[in-house]
């Protein structure tokens, strides 16, 4: 069974930077397409960034386009979330999640999901 969990979260100030971490074990994990989402409190889960098996190919909700930048690296089974000059709306609880079938555009679910590590900005 795939199994992902999420690490990096925490309080930091508007402006400043953070990373997220997500340690992926079972499956094979170089041909899993990846993805980040987010749900504020009293919001929907959202999509937030996800990156393709095949080429590496990424995708990210507008609002965080030139800000955030997702990545993996096949060897440590392990995917990331550089995440610069953050704002208030940031804040949520960010979640990995994990799919067999590659990404050809921003998608919608993931098949496998982590429990999240929260992100506070304050402002």
């Known amino acids: 069974q795939v199994r992902l969990v999420e690490s990096g979260g925490g309080l930091v100030q508007a402006g400043d930077s953070l990373r997220l971490s997500c340690a992926a074990t079972?499956?094979?994990?170089?041909?899993?397409?990846l993805a980040w989402f987010r749900q504020a409190p009293g919001k929907e889960r959202e999509f937030v960034a996800a990156i393709s098996w095949s080429h590496g190919t990424t995708y990210y909700k507008d609002s965080v386009k030139g800000r955030f930048t997702i990545s993996r690296d096949n060897a440590k089974r392990t995917l990331y979330l550089q995440m610069n000059a953050m704002k208030p709306e940031d804040t949520a609880v960010y979640y990995c999640?994990?799919?067999?079938?590659?990404?050809?555009?921003?998608?919608?679910?993931?098949?496998?999901w982590g429990f999240g590590t929260l992100v506070t900005v304050s402002s």
């Open positions: 079972g499956g094979t994990f170089s041909t899993y397409a």
């Open positions: 999640g994990a799919s067999p079938v590659d990404v050809r555009a921003p998608p919608d679910v993931m098949d496998y």
